[in-house]
């Protein structure tokens, strides 16, 4: 066997282990028996019924929705305007502020979820949902900062100039030239925001204040008693969601980036 077929089994065995509970989560969502087990007695929709008649799981939902909107919508403006900050103007410690943007990435987020918990409780400032935003935006920040980086990078400035010489103003060129050549990266950097923040569990745990509960930590709190059929069709709405969503983004910004080449 030569050295790539090995490369190809081992590839596929990778992923063959990493999506396959995923898949048997899927699956056994639908299972009619109340014990996740197979063979599976038959296909049912019940366990999706029962999630939309649990009030704690659509409470959860509803705070997981709310807290990625939000987060996408501030870590979205305040990275495109860092984003426009580091790569079309010079100034002191410039490469200091890009580091300082971006190293939440780089530092695990235990680390950085017990740091934000223990500088807010030597403030003296209790947990709440504003410091759970916070601490999502602080997290999911860098990573629009690198898509719209990226995408800023490759745009001249030659349209823009054209714009501000026959007349218009910076704001107008800003929101009629630069928004629309960005709004493929903006779109992105947005739902990787709010992907991130809707899965967040780890700093969610820390920050979250009492009587709140996001999807994650639903689930979490479900598993500490036992593993219900409930908890599979929960881990496969979340699943399509997660993964719907990028996928739509991506198909809808090229769609906007042809209409923009054309």
Do not use: C
Not at 210 to 219: D, F, R, S
Not at 239 to 249: D, M, Q
């Amino acid at each position: 066997m030569s050295g790539w077929s090995w490369i190809r089994l081992h590839a596929i065995a990778v992923y063959t282990f990493t999506f396959l509970p995923v898949a048997v989560v899927v699956l056994l969502a639908f299972n009619a028996n109340q014990f996740g087990t197979f063979p599976m007695t038959g296909v049912s929709l019940r366990w999706f019924v029962a999630l939309w008649e649990n009030d704690a799981i659509v409470r959860a939902f509803r705070v997981s929705l709310a807290l990625g909107a939000l987060t996408a919508a501030v870590s979205t403006t305040f990275g495109v305007l860092a984003s426009l900050a580091l790569v079309r103007y010079d100034f002191p410690g410039k490469q200091i502020v890009s580091t300082a943007l971006v190293a939440p990435i780089l530092v695990p987020e235990v680390v950085l979820a017990v740091a934000l918990l223990l500088f807010l409780r030597f403030l003296n400032l209790p947990k709440s949902f504003g410091l759970l935003l916070l601490g999502h935006v602080i997290f999911t920040m860098p990573f629009v900062i690198l898509v719209v980086q990226a995408r800023l990078v490759g745009i001249t400035r030659n349209v823009e100039e054209a714009a501000l010489s026959l007349g218009a103003s910076p704001v107008q060129t800003f929101f009629s030239i630069t928004v629309p050549l960005l709004m493929p990266a903006i779109l992105a950097g947005a739902l990787f925001a709010f992907t991130i923040s809707f899965d967040d569990i780890t700093g969610t745990l820390f920050w979250k204040p009492g009587g709140i509960e996001t999807v994650p930590t639903q689930i979490f709190a479900m598993l500490r008693n036992s593993i219900s059929p409930e908890i599979n069709a929960l881990g496969a709405a979340m699943i399509v969601l997660t993964v719907g969503l990028p996928l739509f983004g991506a198909a809808l910004g090229r769609r906007i980036a042809s209409r923009g080449g054309g």
